[in-house]
């Protein structure tokens, strides 16, 4: 994901044709609905916080609206063949194939992510869940195979910043395939693509009311929480908010799917291919300015290489490019709010008065919009703030080991259990490791690489439910 310092520079990705409107309506039963109470927020571009458009704000009648649309659009969509259903997500994939420029121009201007990656992994991933899950539309008597499944109802979706469109895909696909009709929120401050999907959904012809999208702040994703209609939620966001929702619905008869916060584990040993590690450790803290639930942002390296290793990581942090977002060569863009940014500028100063060594390269910043530079921290230990708790950003806290049994109570000594990764070139201490760690999500040599047919998801505080592959279906259906 990120390219060693190019000799060359490219042109920034031009903003030519890319339609973006002044004001988005709510989607809600198959029309652009103006919010009963006519409010709308802005939506800011945060590589320079100028405003880029007006967002309906959706309150507790229009989610009722969408809500009641889903349930009137339900009975008919559950009971066409699923070969019909795979037809409609067949097209969106495709129509979001075709739309991959825009969506990615998109989706960097309002979230700050590098052009880079929301071009190459963001876009095209967020196809290939449509393309995917398309497939298993008709195929569900294999996937659950002599049981009598059926859809669970109306479902609502909530989703947050980091992947916005990728996360819309995770949970609109399998709710669609499994014959399910969806109201999705996207977060307050990336709303754009999830509303151009809107309107790709619009143009495949999928029946009015199976899918709505309502924009909105935390206040409408409680709107839908604890709508009495509304009958899952699949939610993906903070631990806090995960908790909120939890206790919510208690009681209720609505099914929960939650998709939390991490603290990953990133573990180096003395075998491994000490170069490779290096840019697995850049890409699992850097990647999307470490706003991914799933970041490496604790690493572990074993003590007879760990000055190797931190020397390469401080020598490789000099040549990341930090900057427009728009401009290909970039590598870390702009940070998603001015919120975020100073939660991670206050942890990093928890770490400071903690006592731990902080390095930064020199990386000249831009001076409009939310930057941050990589930064490292060693001298921690497993107390530090900044060690246990998700910190959402680029900030990477630095420990070493002696023994395999002495990492392995170090990694999963969080509340967190969402990812971690292991370095090594013997087979057996992968095996080992993935057997010990409590994580949902294991990688061996290589980091943050995400697949639809494979199943992403936690365990503790990270949450429960697990999304992709075969196993995404199953929270989106209920068994006679
Ligand atoms: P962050 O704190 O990093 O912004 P959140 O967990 O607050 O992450 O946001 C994830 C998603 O949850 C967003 O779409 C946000 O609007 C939504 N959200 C925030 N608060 C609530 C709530 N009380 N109930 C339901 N959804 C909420």
Redesign the pocket.
Known sequence: MFKSSWTYHEAPESTDHIQIKEQYELYINGAFTKPVEGKYFDTINPSNNQKIASIAEASKKDVDKAVKAAKKAFKGWAALSGKERGKYIFRIARLIQERAREFAVIESLDGGKPIRESRDIDIPLAANHFFYYAGWADKLAYAFPNRKVKPVGVAGQ?????FPLLMAAWKLAPALATGNTVVL?????TPLTALKLAEIIHDSGLPKGVVNIVT???????E??NHPEVDKIA????????K??QN?IAGTHKKVTLELGGKGANIIFEDAAIDQAVEGIINAIFFNQGHVCCAGSRLFVQESVANVVIQKLKDRMETLIVGDPLDKNTDIGAIN?K??LQ?IENYIKIGLNEGGEIYQPNCNLPKKGNWCAPTLFLNVSQSHRIVQEEI?GPVLAIQTFRTIDEVIEKANNTPYGLSAGVWTQTGSKIFHLTQKLNAGVIWANTFNKFDATSPFGGYKESGFGREGGLHGLSSYVTFD
């Open positions: 909530i989703i947050p910043w980091n929120k996207p977060a307050e401050t909105g702040a935390g206040a409408t994703g409680a839908i929480v939610f993906t966001g903070s631990t806090g908010v995960g909120y929702i919510a709010s919120k975020q939660t959402f």
